[in-house]
């Protein structure tokens, strides 16, 4: 009997014009979603492509120089787009697709597309994952808002129950036959999805990235289905479809536009985020008096200067086997990066703060759940950005302690007219970013993985507690 109500609403909801209309609205944005995210991945993605081989190119090509003064021209590393970003922009059109590696100073990254687009960038992007967080629930409560309602309103109900059938196993067949045709919209879109990443990612198609990816797939799939589920369930417990309409609007409205928002407003009183001016002047302040505010830079050139005198057993730097000047900068390059780390791990732990409180809220919303999921697996959440900025900062680092260790061990103190060629700028290695393993992404989102497994929970149980009294 479950599987014949299953076909019934199945056919029924196939037949509707409703579905025919907004099912085709939504499915051609699916299509229109993936084939642009994907024509956009593959324009950004060829950009960043050549600009990280030209880049190397005048590092290797800058002829011959002084070390330090090619540490100061530095280089750039370039952020590549992860195959799944196509389907979620997630946070890559407001934080930069690239930073600049110089000594001495860590840049932030910069070239975000919000930078050279219309403000009406705030209001959201048309990607694969809008059209499935956002519209297909709207598309669901439309199309399941009466699935009870009706019933009783035409008076079909009693007739349903009388054949001895549970008002269970009616809202199951009613959930199995909507989920049927969502499928039709959704599971081709995905299966589509799938074959442009296999085709995309041929050579590391790999069975972690396969996994990913299905998984991601499945959440969505969940995300969906717990729509159908309190859809149904709203409509078994309201008095009318037009209560029950105007309730899932509501639910609609709170999850997926007022308690975001509120809760990014939330988090960001209660983790404030310092103002640009006052995190550079914290910066400045703790390189020239000491991260500790007692260890001023004068006071640390001269103990060094003892220091290496004393080991090479000389009177004066100019008496050094040695570059001291070299020697002095690569020791001013680990004290800054030090200050840098400092600030940037405060400022990184305040923006996980922020992020958490996000997190938390997600057990409430399935939508802030999905979200962050989406984000995550997709590699465009804020979790990969300050990864890759992590990432160009170490290979910053490798760069300028290169350029100064070279000119230690081979020129002398005050020979700035020292100069290196393409051999010393062929050691320094070609940056590549590497994505965040997916065990740690998985390991760094078990809340939202649990928010969408509590709310699967919580809608069968709600299923299975309906009575014909409250019918």
Request: hydrophobic share 45%; proline share 3%.
């Amino acid at each position: 009997m479950l599987k014949t109500i299953a076909k019934k609403e199945f056919l029924s909801l196939w037949r509707d014009r409703r579905f025919g209309i907004m099912g085709g609205i939504v499915l051609l944005l699916l299509l229109t979603a993936t084939v642009v995210g994907y024509m956009n991945y593959q324009k950004i993605q060829a950009e960043r492509t050549a600009a990280n081989t030209k880049t190397r190119e005048m590092w290797l090509n800058q002829g011959d120089r002084n070390p330090h003064s090619a540490a100061h021209y530095g280089s750039f590393a370039y952020r590549p787009k992860s195959p799944l970003s196509f389907m979620d922009f997630g946070t890559d059109s407001y934080t930069g697709m690239s930073v600049r590696l110089e000594a001495h100073k860590q840049n932030d990254a910069m070239f975000s597309t919000a930078q050279d687009s219309s403000s009406l960038i705030r209001f959201g992007e048309l990607t694969v994952a809008f059209v499935l967080q956002i519209l297909m629930p709207l598309l669901i409560i439309f199309l399941c808002f009466n699935a009870f309602t009706q019933e009783k309103e035409e008076k079909t109900l009693q007739i349903l129950l009388s054949q001895g059938i549970s008002i269970k196993q009616i809202a199951w067949g009613k959930i199995w036959g909507f989920s049927g045709v969502i499928g039709l919209l959704v599971l081709p879109i995905l299966l589509l999805i799938g074959i442009v990443l296999s085709m995309e990612t041929a050579t590391q198609f790999t069975a972690a990235y396969l996994g990913q990816t299905a998984l991601l797939m499945g959440c969505y799939l969940a995300y969906l289905f717990i729509y159908v589920v309190v859809s149904v369930w709203v409509s078994a417990r309201a008095s009318s479809s037009r209560n029950a309409l105007l309730t899932l609007l509501t639910v609609w409205i709170f999850t997926c536009v007022i308690i975001p928002k509120a809760t990014v407003n939330i988090a960001s009183n209660l983790y404030k985020i310092p103002s640009s001016f006052a995190f550079n002047k914290s910066i400045t302040e703790d390189e020239a008096e000491g991260i500790n505010g007692h260890d001023p830079e004068d006071a640390r050139a001269k103990v060094l200067e003892k220091q290496i005198l004393a080991k090479y057993n000389v009177d004066s730097v100019n008496q050094l086997p040695v570059n001291f000047d070299a020697i002095q900068m690569q020791v001013g390059e680990e004290y800054s990066s030090a200050v840098y780390n400092k600030h940037f791990t405060n400022l990184q732990a305040t923006y996980n703060a922020q992020n958490h409180v996000s997190e938390i809220t997600s057990l409430v919303n399935p939508y802030l759940a999905i979200r962050q999921l989406s984000m995550a697996m997709s590699g465009s959440d804020y979790v990969t950005h300050a990864d890759f900025q992590q990432q160009a900062e170490k290979h910053r680092f490798e760069l300028a302690a290169l350029m100064n260790n070279y000119m230690r061990d081979h020129s002398r103190t005050g020979d700035w007219e020292f100069t290196v060629n393409k051999e010393v700028w062929s050691q320094l290695p070609e940056f590549q970013y590497k994505l965040p393993e997916f065990s740690n992404v998985i390991r760094q989102n078990w809340l939202p993985f649990l928010s969408i497994a509590l709310w699967l929970c919580l809608g069968i149980w709600g299923i299975s507690t309906l009575k014909f009294s409250l019918l």
